[in-house]
């Protein structure tokens, strides 16, 4: 069973960074491909980015590219998104997820894609 917890999200004006951590509760965190996905009220919870387990290769959704960063630490068992230039719309609770199964990258932007997840944290963004 892994467990995974997500910090950092908070209230923020439209323009300015936040920067969410999530930690895993496994030895073999460096195996885990790991996602973060978010949900806006009365949307679906939705693709942000994700990271392979090596940190070699990363994914974002368009609405995303080039404000966020996502990043891993496995000596931590930490992954990281670093988000710049906030905009009202990126107003969701933000949870992140883990994997270890061989999927494509179509079902790796997908809910379906991941097997644990974290409780999410709150991103507020201010106009």
């Known amino acids: 069973q892994v467990q995974l917890v997500e910090s950092g999200g908070g209230l923020v004006q439209a323009g300015g960074s936040l920067r969410l951590s999530c930690a895993g509760s496994?030895?073999?965190?460096?195996?885990?491909?790991m996602g973060w996905f978010r949900q806006a009220p009365g949307k679906e919870r939705e693709f942000v980015a994700a990271?392979?387990?090596?940190?070699?290769?990363?994914y974002y959704a368009d609405s995303v590219k080039g404000r966020f960063i996502i990043s891993r630490d496995n000596a931590k068992n930490t992954v990281y998104l670093q988000m710049n230039s906030l905009k009202p719309e990126d107003t969701a609770v933000y949870y992140c997820?883990?994997?270890?199964?061989?999927?494509?990258?179509?079902?790796?932007?997908?809910?379906?894609?991941?097997?644990?997840w974290g409780q999410g944290t709150q991103v507020t963004v201010s106009s």
């Open positions: 997820a883990a994997d270890q199964g061989a999927r494509g990258v179509v079902v790796r932007k997908t809910p379906d894609g991941y097997e644990y």
């Open positions: 496994v030895r073999t965190f460096r195996s885990y491909f």
């Open positions: 990271i392979s387990g090596s940190g070699l290769h990363t």
